[in-house]
């Protein structure tokens, strides 16, 4: 069985009982690291939630404006700011909230990617989160990929570490 899906939500692609490489790296760590990683029970640290925003601003800018926000500062010493930081947390709730400095970052790290020619050439055809699912033929086991960019001149990871 092959199947390449498209738009399939993050979520559900992570609720599947297919094995992937994130699973598999959490298996070698212990059956109980795996079984966090399959649960969603491990928090993600700043710099995972740092990392998720860039792939979103560089590969999906779409779903960057619907799932983060620049959050404003509010002066939460006083009344007046801590209600207005309330109400603003309370219809941004949704929303996974970014400072000025982390926008700026993201910002002076796209014009990075798209400055580097390589990545510039790679970048500008295919899809982002495409997800393929398969039978591996040996071991009869179900598995699944999806990987960061596809394109005809093959896959990307994009990571935002040095």
Known sequence: MKRIVRNLPNATYHSGSEISHSGI??????????????????????AMEFGSAFHNFILEPEVFAKEFTLAPKFDKRTKEGKE???KWDENNAEKSPLTGEQM?????????VFNHEG?????????????????EEYTGLPCR??????????????KSCI
Not at 35 to 42: D, E, F, I, R, S
Not at 104 to 112: E, F, I, P, V
Not at 125 to 134: H, I, K, N, Q, R
Request: include cysteine; hydrophobic fraction near 40%; aromatic fraction near 8%.
């Open 104 to 112: 700026d970052t993201l910002a002076a790290m796209r014009m990075s």
């Open 25 to 46: 790296v959490q298996l070698l760590r212990s059956p109980e690291h795996y079984l966090q990683y399959k649960n969603g029970t491990v928090e993600p640290t700043p």
């Open 145 to 158: 990929i999806r990987p960061d960019w596809m394109c005809s001149r093959g896959l990307a990871d994009l």
């Open 119 to 135: 990545a510039a050439k790679l970048l500008r055809e295919g899809e982002a989160e495409t997800s393929l699912f398969w039978t």
């Open 84 to 86: 207005l930081g309330a």
